[in-house]
């Protein structure tokens, strides 16, 4: 698929892939009944500035710990941050945490402008645009935590892990949580018919199951 470079921002590159507009498309189209679809647009900038704003508080961290530029992908899963690096467990630890929490402090600050400053409750626009905004970061630093590889959530995990254990049992621990959770998350999905978080859950097991195989086959070669 075809991608387009956006810009760089304080040397993090920024690149969009063009199945990041397949993810703004099935949020748009997943409310346009509910919402009609001039609010349900909305989810165009909604899911640009917090998926960026996520990955960009990766990058600053990554930054900050010393590490360089970072290269920012915007793709159909959400994003990713890619930064070649040899960082301690607890470098990468506050890395993956960086997310998420740029999450909620991007939510909170939104609720007190929403609150304090009045024109926004009577700017149309605004008023469609900010609650939508403020929801989609809640729910993104959540979902962002779960203990699931890819997510944030399993990052931090393992590298908790890893400032009291050796590399190896610290990924066995993790990879397993994130076998577990996603599963239980996936069936959670099937019971309240969320079968877009089935499907996404489903495929994150896979992978997670799929990296222990390696594990376990690359580690019977080197003994």
Not at 6 to 22: A, N, Q
Not at 46 to 55: D, G, N
Not at 170 to 182: D, E, P, Q, R
Request: glycine residues 8%.
């Amino acid at each position: 698929m075809g991608r387009i470079h956006l810009g760089t921002i304080l040397g993090t590159t920024i690149t969009l892939d063009f199945s990041f507009v397949i993810l703004i498309v099935f949020f748009v189209l997943s409310d346009i009944e509910r919402a009609g679809i001039r609010n349900a647009l909305l989810w165009a900038p909604v899911l640009l500035i917090s998926i960026l704003v996520h990955e960009l508080a990766h990058a600053a961290m990554i930054g900050f710990l010393g590490f360089g530029p970072s290269q920012i992908l915007l793709q159909g899963i959400g994003g990713v941050t890619v930064n070649e690096r040899r960082a301690r467990p607890w470098q990468d630890l506050l890395i993956s945490a960086a997310g998420p929490i740029s999450s909620f402090l991007l939510a909170g600050g939104l609720y007190v402008l929403f609150i304090n400053v009045g024109f926004v409750r009577h700017d149309p626009f605004l008023l469609a645009l900010l609650p939508l905004l403020l929801r989609a970061n809640l729910w993104w630093g959540v979902f962002n935590l779960m203990p699931v590889v890819p997510l944030d959530g399993a990052g931090v995990v393992r590298n908790f892990l890893r400032l009291f254990l050796n590399e190896r049992t610290a990924f066995v621990i993790s990879i397993w949580i994130s076998i577990i959770t996603g599963s239980l998350l996936a069936i959670a999905g099937l019971v309240t018919r969320w079968i877009f978080l089935s499907l996404l859950m489903l495929w994150y097991v896979r992978s997670s199951y799929l990296q222990w195989q390696f594990f376990r086959s690359y580690n019977r070669t080197d003994d």
